[in-house]
């Protein structure tokens, strides 16, 4: 059956009218289901009993499944949600000063196998579709009391947003809806470890805000901590920046994961300025949460420190992300379960969720 989570007010305007029904009742729909939040048909009492009936017979509302929710010492809170083939997606909610930033997945697991990623070693397992990527932003909705609303939503939890692309976009339209949960296109952020076509599309289809997740400054060092990288090698992804169809005053984020002795020699910091020259950017460096399955290490203080300082000499806009939530694990790592819930990690690990 149809989750009609999944639809766009048009689309549910257009499933009314073919029914010979009203398409405004599609609008009121999608009104009951994103901004009054109801969990089943028959809680429209706009419709009539009939209406609804007929209704609940054809369409079905999947309600994401709250398996569990942890509070860092910080504020940052992590939700495990079961969706209903039983695989478990996390999403995070990381407080601001004055608002938080919602951290979304989108995918169950991730085929890019990169090498520092666990929800990479962890293989995938499907692409999450339209209901259950914004349904994440429903059910934290829906379940917070403690934290300041989301104005920010990131997708940068489990899986590689481009690798699904059709299902995102019309997630995108979905949050943006203003009948609906009417966050703006404009603190949305996709980040991507590089699928160059999708980053070409999206900036034509969406106006949201793209990371660039980049790790590396030559294509050897790239090669072997990210496999994407041999489709696409660096000068195409920043060539593909440089067409990023940008809303004005916006730059692309570059992430940069800083390993010990891999990628955080003062060359590299050198290489990454001149590379993203031309570019209107802001770097993200992200030293590496350590995990006993994967065989990096985090860098010294110092050098990260010293990395930083040169991309500013550079005259570079340059952030070290701060790492939130780390004690319950909403820092940085991945979901690390089986199929179906068992966690098979030593640890509860959660993608690289903190962004600030
Ligand atoms: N697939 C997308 C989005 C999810 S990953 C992407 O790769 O961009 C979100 C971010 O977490 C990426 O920048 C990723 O490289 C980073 N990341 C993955 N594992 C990490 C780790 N152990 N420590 C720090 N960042 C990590
Ligand atoms: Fe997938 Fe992103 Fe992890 Fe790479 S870093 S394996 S693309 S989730």
């Known amino acids: 059956m149809l989750d009609i989570r999944s639809l766009s007010c048009l689309e549910l305007e257009t499933y009314m009218r073919e029914r010979g029904l009203p ?15 109801i969990t089943s048909v028959q809680e429209v009492t706009e419709f009539s009993k009939e209406l609804r009936e007929q209704l609940a017979q054809h369409l079905l509302i999947y309600n994401l499944e709250q398996v569990s929710r942890k ?3 910080d504020g940052t809170i992590k939700w495990a949600f079961r969706l209903r083939d039983s695989l478990i997606v996390e999403t995070v909610l990381i407080p601001e000063k004055d608002h938080s930033t919602l951290c979304i997945s989108s995918q169950a697991g991730c085929a890019m196998g990169c090498a520092f990623c666990l929800t990479g070693k962890m293989g995938f397992f499907r ?13 934290v909705l829906r379940d917070i009391t403690v934290a300041k ?28 809806s203003d009948l609906g949960l009417n966050f703006s296109q ?35 060092q790239r090669d072997r901590l990210m496999p994407i990288n041999k489709a696409y090698p660096i000068e195409t992804l920043l060539n593909a920046c440089r067409d990023f169809n940008l809303p004005a005053r ?36 992200i030293p590496f ?36 939530g780390r004690d319950i694990s909403a820092a940085c790592g991945q979901l690390f379960y089986d199929r179906h819930d068992k966690k098979i990690s030593g ?3 959660t993608g690289c969720l903190s962004c600030s």
Request: glycine share 6%.
């Open 127 to 139: 692409n999450l579709d339209p209901s259950e990527i914004a349904g994440q932003a429903l059910a």
């Open 186 to 220: 404009r603190r949305i952020t996709v980040s991507t470890c590089g699928i160059v076509p999708n980053i070409i599309e999206l900036g034509r289809r969406s106006s949201a805000g793209l990371a660039i997740s980049l790790h590396a400054t030559t294509n050897t």
């Open 71 to 73: 509070i860092s010492v």
């Open 250 to 285: 916006r730059r692309i984020t570059f992430e940069y994961l800083l390993l010990k002795g891999i990628n955080d020699a003062p060359e590299d910091a050198r290489r990454l300025s001149a590379l993203l020259r031309g570019i209107p950017s802001k770097i993200n460096l």
């Open 289 to 324: 949460n350590e995990c006993p399955e994967i065989p990096f290490s985090e860098p010294e203080r110092d050098s990260v420190l010293r990395f930083q300082e040169i991309l500013k000499e550079l005259n570079n806009t340059v952030i070290i992300r701060k790492s939130k």
């Open 347 to 349: 640890k509860d690990l």
């Open 23 to 37: 398409e405004f009742r599609g609008r009121q729909l999608f009104k009951w289901l994103w901004k009054n939040r």
């Open 149 to 176: 609303p989301p104005r920010n939503i990131v997708f940068m939890g489990m899986g590689e947003p481009l690798a699904n692309f059709e299902n995102l976009l019309k997630a995108i339209e979905i949050l943006t």
